[in-house]
C-alpha cells in the first residue's frame, strides 16, 4: 500500500514521500521514496509492485524501482534518518528529460494502470507491457509505456538526472473535452484525441480553459480501450483510448448529485461503482446513462459494531470492489466508516460497519486517506487505512468475505439480471 506524505520539517523538510507498506509485514515501512517535487498521487506498476510511479503539482512524472540498488545519496539519507527501511530517489522523470518527455502542463490528479488485457488491434505495444495514464486538472490524458534502456547513469550522480535502467515513453495524448463537454465554457477542440506528429500540446492547451475541471480516472478491465472520467463538477465521462467516445458520453446519479469516487468490477464485465456527496452508491452498467441500483451506508442492520448515523454532510471517500469476491465491495465514507456490502447475503445494506479512529485532531476522513483492502495468510479479510502518521490500522473484516462460493459469478449475475 502507498501512503502520500509532505514533510514540514527534518531533514526531510519541503520534500514530498510515499512510505511502502508490505500488509503481510505491518511493523515498518519496507520502503521511503522521496522527491522534490510535490507529490499528488501515485500507484504501483501494473506488472510489478517493485515499481512505483508518482504525479505532481508541476505536471511530471516520476518512476522509483526499488529492485535497484539505492545511490549513495539515498544510502546517505537513510542513515540520517536512523531508519532501517530502504530509502530511494527516483530512478527517473519526465522532468529531468527533454521538453517532449513533460507532456502535462498542469497538476496531475489521478494515475491509473492500464489493464493488460487488450482487445483493440491498434494498442502500441503487447499487452504484456506496462502502461499507464497520467490525468491532469485540466483534462490532459497521457499514455505512457514503460521501457527498460541499456543505458545507465552512474548512481553516484547525485540523482540529478535520469540514473535508473527504465524509461518512461509518451504514446498518446488526448483530451477529455468535446465542444459541448468543457464545463467552463473554453473553446475546447473539434477532436477529443490529437496526433502529436500534427498538432501540438500547446496548441491544444491553448483552446482549452483554465483548470481543475477533472479529478480522477478509471479503466474497464474487460476494456481497456475505454475509461471513466471523474469531472470536478461531480459528472461521469465516459470515454476511449481510441475512436470515438463510446455512448453514452456521460452518466447521471440524479437529484443533481457530485460523484465522488469510482471503481470498475475487476470480475463483472460492464458495471462499476460510484460513490457520491449525497452518501450513496450507485451501481452503473457502461451501457446505459442512469444507475441500476443504489444503497446508502446508513441503512446498516447488521452491523458488527453500531457506527454512527450519516448526516447531510457525509460524503462517500472511496468505494473499492473486492479482489477476492465477485459479490463484495467495501465502501468508505467521510464519517468515518467502512461497510463492506456482499449482494448475495443482503442486497440493500452493508453487512458489516465499522468506525474508524483517525489519529491527532482529524475528525473526517478525505480522499488523501489511503484504503486498501488485503487477505492474509489465514484467509482472513481486512481493510487497511493509513492514520496521519502513514501508519496503517487494520479492520479484521471477516473470513467469509474472503473466500468466494463455489458458483458465485453465476450468482451475482443472476441477482444483476433481476435489478435489470
Known amino acids: 500500500m502507498l501512503a502520500l506524505h509532505k514533510s ?9 514521500f510515499i512510505v511502502v507498506w508490505d500488509l503481510m509485514a505491518p511493523d515498518a515501512p519496507s520502503h521511503v521514496l522521496v522527491s522534490d517535487n510535490d507529490i499528488t498521487c501515485a500507484c504501483f506498476s501494473p506488472t510489478s509492485s517493485s515499481v512505483v510511479l508518482a ?57 491509473a494502470p492500464i489493464p493488460s488485457r487488450v482487445q483493440s488491434s491498434r494498442v502500441e505495444s503487447s499487452s504484456s507491457s506496462t502502461q499507464f495514464a497520467s490525468l491532469d486538472d485540466r483534462g490532459i490524458v497521457c499514455f505512457w509505456v514503460v521501457n527498460e534502456s541499456s543505458q545507465r547513469a552512474s548512481l553516484d550522480d547525485n540523482d540529478n538526472s535520469n540514473s535508473g535502467a527504465l524509461r518512461l515513453v509518451c504514446s498518446r495524448v488526448i483530451s477529455v473535452w468535446g465542444p459541448a463537454d ?129 448526516s ?43 468506525p474508524i479512529k483517525l489519529s491527532g485532531d482529524e475528525t473526517t476522513a478525505t480522499s488523501r486517506h489511503s484504503f486498501a483492502i488485503g487477505c492474509s495468510l489465514s484467509r482472513t479479510s481486512f481493510a487497511v487505512v493509513t492514520n496521519r502518521d502513514n501508519s496503517p490500522q487494520y479492520i479484521t473484516i471477516s473470513r467469509a468475505l474472503a473466500v468466494a462460493r463455489a458458483d458465485e459469478i453465476n450468482e451475482v449475475h443472476s441477482f444483476l439480471d433481476d435489478v435489470l
Request: proline residues 8%; charged residues 15%.
Open 8 to 16: 514540514t520539517t527534518g531533514l526531510l523538510q519541503g520534500k514530498s
Open 55 to 111: 504525479g505532481s503539482v508541476e505536471g511530471g512524472i516520476q518512476l522509483w524501482n526499488v529492485r535497484e540498488a539505492p545511490s549513495v545519496r539515498a544510502i546517505q539519507t537513510a542513515a540520517d534518518l536512523g531508519t532501517q527501511c530502504a530509502v530511494h530517489f527516483p530512478a527517473f522523470g519526465t522532468h529531468l528529460s527533454p521538453a517532449r518527455t513533460q507532456m502535462h502542463t498542469s497538476s496531475i490528479v489521478a494515475l
Open 182 to 310: 468543457d464545463p467552463r465554457g473554453g473553446s475546447s477542440p473539434s477532436a477529443l484525441c490529437f496526433d502529436l506528429e500534427q498538432m501540438t500540446l500547446t496548441s491544444l492547451l491553448d483552446s482549452m480553459s483554465p483548470g481543475p475541471s477533472v479529478q480522477g480516472i478509471s479503466f474497464y478491465p474487460w476494456d481497456p480501450n475505454k475509461f471513466v472520467i471523474l469531472g470536478s463538477d461531480g459528472r461521469l465521462l465516459q470515454r476511449s483510448r481510441f475512436g470515438a467516445p463510446p455512448s453514452p458520453r456521460t452518466f447521471t446519479g440524479g437529484n443533481a448529485c457530485h460523484a465522488t469516487c469510482v471503481h470498475s468490477s475487476p470480475f463483472l464485465s460492464g458495471y462499476f461503482l460510484a460513490g457520491y456527496a449525497d452518501g450513496y452508491i450507485r451501481l452503473f452498467n457502461a451501457e446505459f446513462e442512469t444507475p441500476l441500483t443504489t444503497w446508502h451506508a446508513s441503512h446498516a442492520q447488521h452491523s458488527s459494531t453500531k457506527a454512527k448515523p450519516l
Open 312 to 354: 447531510e454532510a457525509t460524503r462517500i471517500v472511496q468505494v473499492q470492489w473486492s479482489p477476492q469476491r465477485p459479490s463484495v465491495f467495501f465502501v468508505l465514507d467521510s464519517e468515518p466508516c467502512l461497510h463492506a456490502f456482499d449482494l448475495l447475503q443482503d442486497g440493500t445494506a452493508p453487512i458489516f460497519s465499522e
